[in-house]
T-cell receptor, first 119, second 111 residues
Framework: GAVVSQHPSRVICKSGTSVKIECRSL??????MFWYRQFPKKSLMLMAT?????????EQGVEKDKFLINHASLTLSTLTVTSAHPEDSSFYIC???????????????FGPGTRLTVL | KQEVTQIPAALSVPEGENLVLNCSFT??????LQWFRQDPGKGLTSLLL?????REQTSGRLNASLDKSSGRSTLYIAASQPGDSATYLC??????????FGSGTRLLVRP
């Protein structure tokens, strides 16, 4: 199946710093990528939809100035957690939509996740 | 607003048993529905995807059914193995491809 990578896999930072997380679709072009957040022993919560070449669409309650999303190419979306604080510590997972243009099925593929710890 | 419920929340069974995991959703206007597996501290692995027009999908020992009108999907695992131990997540997608996740079923298959 298709592969989505995330970098870094784990990051520890001091409070007040900004952290950038990359999400890449390695073998397909993804016009749409999604960013999720997962707290320990909880399910995934959709944060925003990232469309290539346009502004991200944020879910209700997600601060767009806090979580900056850029989707500059068909294979890369980035999430920047600005001025991170301990409450931002979480597992961040991205997904990329493969529309199935090559004959496959329209589906989403998920990255392995990034664990952010803010001290 | 779509709400997804998964029952049971946790399940512990001896190896070899056949299992049924249940998922219900409140908005039947879905584009498709996916079942995922998540191992502790890891990302998601897609298991099965059912289009809204389909009734079921099968992959190996896994079979997923979909009854869109009643807002239900089930994941059937045949002849369970310890390697099946993980959290199983159900996620219907709307027309904008957004996935809304249930809280998951934590499965433990005992040797």
């Amino acid at each position: 199946g298709a592969v989505v990578s995330q970098h870094p896999s784990r990051v520890i930072c001091k409070s007040g710093t900004s952290v950038k997380i990359e999400c890449r679709s390695l073998d397909f072009q993804a016009t749409t990528m999604f960013w999720y957040r997962q707290f320990p022993k909880k399910s995934l919560m959709l944060m925003a939809t990232s469309n290539e070449g346009s502004k991200a669409t944020y879910e209700q309650g997600v601060e767009k100035d806090k979580f900056l999303i850029n989707h500059a190419s068909l294979t890369l979306s980035t999430l920047t957690v600005t001025s991170a604080h301990p409450e931002d510590s979480s597992f961040y997972i991205c997904s990329a939509r493969d529309p199935g243009l090559a004959g496959g099925t329209d589906t989403q593929y998920f990255g392995p996740g990034t664990r952010l710890t803010v001290l | 607003k779509q709400e997804v419920t998964q029952i049971p929340a946790a399940l512990s069974v001896p190896e070899g048993e056949n299992l049924v995991l249940n998922c219900s959703f409140t908005d039947s206007a879905i584009y498709n529905l996916q079942w995922f597996r998540q191992d502790p501290g890891k990302g998601l692995t897609s298991l099965l995807l059912i289009q809204s027009s389909q009734r079921e999908q099968t992959s190996g020992r896994l079979n997923a059914s979909l009854d869109k009108s009643s807002g239900r999907s089930t994941l059937y695992i045949a002849a369970s193995q310890p390697g099946d131990s993980a959290t199983y997540l159900c996620a219907p997608a709307d027309s904008s491809y957004k996935l809304i996740f249930g809280s998951g079923t934590r499965l433990l298959v005992r040797p």
